[in-house]
């Protein structure tokens, strides 16, 4: 079956620190992972990724995908109080997805 | 351009009962897919449309189905609700089928079973 598994479960940081969250995973086709940021009710889309080592980045926000050890990570850096939200990972195969249960990040002043 | 619409809110259902949500994509865009997300939990992937055929289908009993019409917009039913359906229904839009396309998330209908 399926799995991805994202660490630490929940987060609190004060503002300005970096934080890093973990996504691991088993599934068969992999085709894509995906990232999304939940503040209330509909996640956000920030980064697709398909390839090896390739960093996106947007802003403050960057994630890589290493496909031989099965994990990607997020990084934000310099935190603000904006970024307090449930951190979502995707993992798209054939003909379905699976999501993580989410960090929970809340960032303080 | 408008986002991802779904009706209705908020619902609240007894045991046993049947239930339909409603879902209208993004312009343009031909794939709708349906998450279910309990409380503490990340989405979980029920189904997924394009262009009016299913491209994929999660871990859910026969009691959930879908169709999506032909303007795009797609209805989720599910039959004989137990108390475990209480959730948020989420549904999202992509251009295409798959998961290599940006989905688009609507607000979600908070379904609430007695």
């Known amino acids: 079956e399926d799995k991805v598994v994202q660490s630490p479960l929940s987060l609190v940081v004060h503002e300005g620190d970096t934080v890093t969250l973990n996504c691991s995973y088993e599934v068969t086709n992999f085709r894509s992972l995906l990232w999304y940021k939940q503040e209330k009710k509909a996640p956000t889309f920030l980064f697709m990724l398909?390839?090896?080592?390739i960093e996106k980045k947007s802003g403050r926000l960057s994630s890589i995908l290493d496909k031989k050890e099965l994990f990607s990570i997020l990084n934000i850096t310099a935190t603000q109080t904006g970024d307090s939200a449930v951190y979502l990972c995707a993992v798209g195969g054939y003909q379905k997805v699976t999501f993580g249960t989410g960090t929970k990040l809340q960032v303080i002043p | 351009d408008a986002g991802v619409t779904q009706s209705p809110t908020h619902l609240i259902k007894t045991r046993g009962q049947h239930v339909t949500l409603r879902c209208s994509p993004i312009s343009g865009h031909k794939s709708v897919s349906w998450y279910q997300q309990v409380l503490g939990q990340g989405p979980q992937f029920i189904f997924q449309y394009y262009e009016k055929e299913e491209r994929g289908r999660g871990n859910f009993p026969d009691r959930f189905s879908a169709r999506q019409f032909p303007n795009y917009s797609s209805e989720l039913n599910v039959n004989a609700l137990l108390l475990g359906d209480s959730a948020l229904y989420l549904c999202?839009?992509?251009?295409?089928?798959?998961?290599?396309?940006?989905?688009?998330f609507g607000p979600g209908t908070r379904l609430t079973v007695l």
């Open positions: 398909t390839s090896s080592g």
């Open positions: 999202a839009s992509s251009l295409r089928a798959g998961w290599t396309d940006t989905q688009y």
